[in-house]
């Protein structure tokens, strides 16, 4: 949680932490500023002091809202830095930083860096820096050892806007199952009004739209993908495609609060009309490894135990796994799951055994995702909820939806 | 151009350039790849030679639509590179970069690095590869003399996604307008059927819903601001303030193409019902601004001298200006505009009088946005249109829509 940052700090042997870039999707200044429409926002945070919030002066209004310690870049015209450096924008940028960093009185010691902006201007920025205030060096937290540890439990607060988000995402996935099979269907294909095949670009539209409706937002597109590229876990399917009976869908939408803020992660594989005998052996088999596993779920665990516990399931049905075939791509060729909140991928990391760090404890907030991979039999299958550990060390899913494999068209 | 880009490398003594992140939602990337559901790729492009994008295992299908070179990261396995790190995580990400680069040949010279990621686990990684490759040195792009160079001169087909793109806004902005001007009015505040006051939070909903419904996004918030919101040029609005008349709304919409593609930027300030006459004035002065500089554009000029003349024109009009005074928060406070294409902000920069690379030539699309704002008196207005240089050298506005401040209720 948020108070667990100047431990954390302390903990890693840094001084400060400093989250740069926009205030929307960018989970670091999110997290410490709330968000808001600040197009280039710099927070730092220096162990054991409330954060300071950087900003441009158009957009003094929307950092003011933060209800952060503000500071105004117009403190430090860009007319004098760049007279100062002689026309160099390098060198003018990177004395704003170190204004703002001699102001805030952070002079020295280690910076633990966050933030996504454009990554090859701010290494120089960062490198001439160093240069100029020889007693600091930056470093990314490679490890997520402070500002992803504390966001990797979640609030009481964070809860509740992830399940929204879930609940959100279950209405979505329902209106979307009706209008499929509300369709007509001429030779295995399902037909628009207007008598031209339904297509996988339909569907998105349909999903976009339904989620904006709803307050929501999907910053990487949503995977809907049938028949060959449901065998391909990150394919998020093809547009063009039609929308036939007896073919696995699989349906991934991982959308977000409007701006970038909390994700919800959920996954169902579908077959319209009916679903072929190899399909349903799949579906079985995903469906039986999934219960298994959250039926196994047990505070206080690595999450890479699960991990390596459905490798050994997946392989007892004589599947691949990453565990026995690294790289493999037909099987079970992923993870169990991953952490959830700002990043729609964050800690507990669950490939990472050696690292106590990603156990599942109270605020854990996580997805169980196990799936099957054929994308030579034209197939895949995975199911997928988020889940999260109360304060209690319980295990809670957010909402509820059928798993159901086949949809019988209307 | 993109086939500009070699040439601009060896302009800039620059040996290759890397562009790394997801695929979506970062400029960079997406210029070079296309773009796709790719959450982590790595574009390397030596001069003369054609790019490489690197890409994870699951992604591979993405990856190949991009009709690019592609290098699977399975190649260069994580669990051997922590073995031979001995489990650190750091140099484990340094090698695969390595061994990339030693793969396609680019282990000296200058490396130029773009792309929109995470900037502090980015830096230590590059500092780790510079030791690991001395014979490499990478920078970032602080003068936008290479890539962004490219980008900021459009080819026909980006001209007509960004035209397509600015139809989706007009109909979008009439669509605002007639559903604002369709409500009742009690008390001078805008009544929803419900009998409670129509929101700007209800407004932006709507927004959100209308740009889906056209396959658009805005992944940064649209401004529809009213009152002394409209004062301040970055306040995207309060949700919770009540549309009321005779009060200017700034209405700046800048969307894209779904999933980061070309953006358009486009404002309209509007009073509801009726216009008091200090907002008619300064709206007058705006308008007459706006379309003194556009009878005045002429290609092969830099974009800074119209910032110049139009502050000229301001100043002559009693107004403060960022020319007269830098950081002033009251009259005319920003640039006349810039560029668009990928980036909401690009090249041609309007603030650089000393940078030739800023004019405008054939391909180059641009805002032109004055406006004037008095936060203290409760208003502000601004009018913004996106416009595009033709290769023999005439402007051309990409969509019309009119400029009338009072909206009439109906």
């Known amino acids: 949680m948020k108070s667990d940052l100047d431990q954390l700090l302390r903990d890693d042997h840094a001084d400060a932490l400093w989250a740069t870039g926009p205030a929307q999707h ?58 100062f450096a002689e026309g160099d924008h390098l060198v003018a940028s990177a004395l704003l930083n170190k204004y703002i960093l001699e ?32 007693g600091l060096s930056f470093e990314g937290d490679i ?43 001429e030779d295995e294909i399902l037909m628009k009004p207007d008598g ?30 049938i028949g060959r590229d449901a065998g391909v876990p990150h394919s998020s399917g093809t547009p063009t495609d039609a929308l036939r009976l007896g073919q696995t869908i699989v349906f991934d939408i991982f959308p977000c609060e409007k701006g970038g803020g909390y994700f919800y992660d959920f996954t169902r594989t579908w077959c319209l009309g009916y679903a072929p005998d190899e399909a349903i052996q799949l579906y079985e088999s995903v469906k039986g490894v999934y219960h298994q596993v959250v039926s196994e779920l047990e505070a206080g665990k ?10 050994e ?44 760090t990603n156990s599942l404890v109270p605020g854990s907030v996580f997805t169980i995702e196990p799936g099957l991979y054929y994308p030579d039999k034209g197939m895949g299958v995975r199911l997928e909820d988020t889940y999260y ?22």
Chains 1, 2 share one sequence.
């Open 26 to 83: 960018n989970p670091a200044v999110v997290y410490l500023t709330g968000g808001g429409h600040m197009t280039a926002a710099d927070v730092f945070k220096k162990v054991g002091e409330e954060p300071v919030l950087c900003h441009a002066p158009m957009e003094r209004d929307e950092a003011a809202r933060t209800g952060l310690k503000t500071l105004n870049f117009s403190k430090f015209p860009l007319k004098e830095r760049l007279a």
């Open 103 to 134: 102001e805030i009185g952070l002079t020295s010691g280690k910076v633990l860096v966050y933030g996504r902006t454009q990554v090859g201007k701010f290494y120089s920025i960062l490198k001439k820096l160093e240069e100029m205030l020889p």
């Open 143 to 185: 490890n997520d050892a402070v500002l992803l540890q504390a966001m990797a439990t979640k609030d009481v607060d964070e809860i509740e806007r992830i399940r929204a988000m879930g609940k959100v995402v279950t209405t979505v996935v329902s209106r979307v199952a009706a209008f499929l099979t509300g369709h007509a269907v």
């Open 196 to 225: 031209t095949p339904l297509l996988i670009g339909d569907v998105k539209g349909k999903i976009n739209l339904w989620l904006a409706e709803s307050g929501a937002e999907n910053p990487e597109d949503t995977i809907f993908a």
């Open 302 to 311: 690595n999450a890479a135990h699960f991990q390596n516990r459905t490798c």
């Open 313 to 356: 399931l997946f392989e007892d049905l004589g599947h691949q796994t990453p565990r026995k075939n690294p790289g493999t791509e037909e099987g079970y060729v992923h993870s169990l799951g991953h952490g959830l909140g700002l990043n729609v991928h964050e800690k507990p990391w669950f490939s990472r055994a050696d690292d106590p």
């Open 389 to 410: 550990v109360t304060h209690d060390g319980k295990f809670g899913k957010f909402v509820d939806y059928p798993m159901n494999l086949v949809l019988p068209m209307k």
